[in-house]
Structure formats: structure tokens, C-alpha cells
């Protein structure tokens, strides 16, 4: 509690911890992305329905839609296909994802902290 306050009487925000990839799957990817329709099992993308398949498909896995471009990038959101996709970044292929609604600013950065810190399978 005294860091708490101690923090905000000099200007500092506590920093969030980077989330982890089951939080990442389960209240995001699973919840947003995870259709039949989209990720599913449909149209050569990448399988969001298990964790496993999920990660498998994810962490250094080359784009189907996109030459020369990494879906996760380790430690590097801003390189990583995904973030592109979600944040419908200049010279991504097709669409923004998720193409019904975007992700809030909030789990995009989730995702951002999970990748920055490894895109560890945890």
C-alpha cells in the first residue's frame, strides 16, 4: 500500500505485469477470434479453439497471407504479423482482425506485453 502511494505522489503509474499466454487465449484470442467462421479450422488460418494449436500456430509461424512475415516474433510485437493485423497496421493483407469488431486498446496491449516478454508458452 505505502509503494502504492509513494508511487503516485512522485508522478509514477504501477506497471502492469505482462500477461501470459493462457490469459492471452482465454480472454482474448479464444473469446474474439476462435470461430468457426474465422479461426476456427477455415480457410488455411491459423486453429484458435485449443491452446495448444493456438500457440503452435502462432509463435514463429510464417503468415499465409503474407510473404516474410512472422504471426509472433518473440520479444518484438511491433515485427509480429499480429499486432499488424489487430492494430490494421499499413501493408497488412486483406482486412484488420478481427474483421466484425476490433479488439479494445486494452487487449491489443495485453497481447503487446505477452509478445514483449517472450510470447512464453505459459
Not at 479450422?41 to 516474410?68: H, I, M, R, W
Not at 499480429?82 to 495485453?110: C, F, H, V, W, Y
Request: proline residues 7%; contains cysteine; charged residues 20%.
Amino acid at each position: 500500500m505505502r509503494l502504492l502511494i509513494a508511487l503516485a505522489f512522485v508522478g509514477c503509474t504501477p506497471v502492469e505485469s505482462p500477461a501470459t499466454f493462457t490469459e492471452v487465449f482465454d480472454e482474448i484470442l479464444f473469446q474474439s477470434c476462435g470461430f468457426s467462421s474465422c479461426h476456427g479450422g477455415s480457410a488455411g488460418a491459423p486453429f484458435l479453439t485449443e491452446a495448444e494449436d493456438a500457440y503452435d500456430s502462432l509463435v514463429g509461424v510464417e503468415s499465409n497471407s503474407k510473404a516474410n512475415a512472422v504471426l509472433v516474433v518473440p520479444g518484438n510485437p511491433d515485427q509480429s504479423y499480429l499486432i499488424q493485423k489487430l492494430e490494421n497496421a499499413e501493408g497488412i493483407t486483406g482486412d484488420a482482425m478481427p474483421p466484425s469488431s476490433p479488439l479494445s486498446d486494452e487487449a491489443i496491449e495485453r497481447i503487446r506485453s505477452w509478445i514483449e516478454d517472450g510470447a512464453q508458452k505459459n
